[in-house]
């Protein structure tokens, strides 16, 4: 199962909006609502942020949108602000194993 | 509050095994799908194994396939992972994760526990 494909790298000013994409295919992606989203600081462990494609786990800045049209999924941050500056991971079920995550963005807060 | 809390990583050499273990804390451990995830130094996530509730579904990665085994101990709230031939390229921070309600995300994880193959 290859690994669902992300931009290296986005960045942003404080206060703009940025968009992280997450392109995968038939077999997971497109396939079911499942996508997943992740935040990771440095050194720190993943935390969810985004499940079911939109869905927000409570305690979660409603700053954090989720979304997919056919074999891509997006994940956007609003009012975008220092402490969101992380390593951000797309997860989604898949027909052959139940998980394959994206390759990894890198928010950079400019 | 829900705790899982991974130990017995360290350092071993190509062809070694290892034992890791997630003790989880805070809810029904018995009612959750359980999954170890790792991550390469300076890499991405890899999902590595899933197992169901009762432990009669288990699912591996094709990297580990074969060399690894998940199991769990519902009466000690615990996870395992039994490594088996290690290879450098399974050097990464190993973390437990627990599975979302209905299914098929992640919605808590351990801190992880760091395992270096090397000789």
């Known amino acids: 199962q290859s690994a669902l494909t992300q931009p290296a790298s986005v960045s942003g000013s404080p206060g703009q909006s940025i968009t992280i994409s997450c392109t995968g295919t038939s077999s997971d992606v497109a396939g079911y609502n499942y996508v997943s989203w992740y935040q990771q600081h440095p050194g720190k462990a993943p935390k969810l942020i985004i499940y079911e494609v939109s869905n927000r786990p409570s305690g979660v800045s409603n700053r954090f949108s989720g979304s997919k049209s056919g074999n891509t999924a997006s994940l956007t941050i609003s009012g975008l602000q220092a402490e969101d500056e992380a390593d951000y991971y797309c997860?989604?079920?898949?027909?052959?194993?139940?998980?394959?995550f994206g390759t990894g963005t890198k928010v950079t807060v400019l | 509050e829900v705790q899982l809390v991974e130990s017995g990583g360290g350092l071993v050499q190509p062809g070694g095994s290892l034992r890791l273990s997630c003790a989880a804390s805070g809810f029904t451990f018995s009612a959750f799908e359980m999954n170890w995830v790792r991550q390469a130094p300076g890499k991405g996530l890899e999902w590595v194994s899933y197992?169901?509730?009762?432990?009669?579904?288990?699912y591996y990665a094709d990297s580990v396939k074969g060399r690894f085994t998940i199991s769990r101990d519902n009466a000690k709230n615990s996870l395992y992972l039994q490594m088996n031939s290690l290879r450098a390229e399974d050097t990464a921070v190993y973390y437990c994760?627990?599975?979302?309600?209905?299914?098929?995300?992640?919605?808590?994880w351990g801190r992880g526990t760091l395992v270096t193959v090397s000789s």
């Open positions: 197992t169901s509730t009762s432990g009669s579904t288990i």
């Open positions: 994760a627990r599975d979302g309600k209905p299914y098929w995300y992640f919605d808590f």
């Open positions: 997860s989604s079920y898949t027909s052959s194993s139940p998980y394959v």
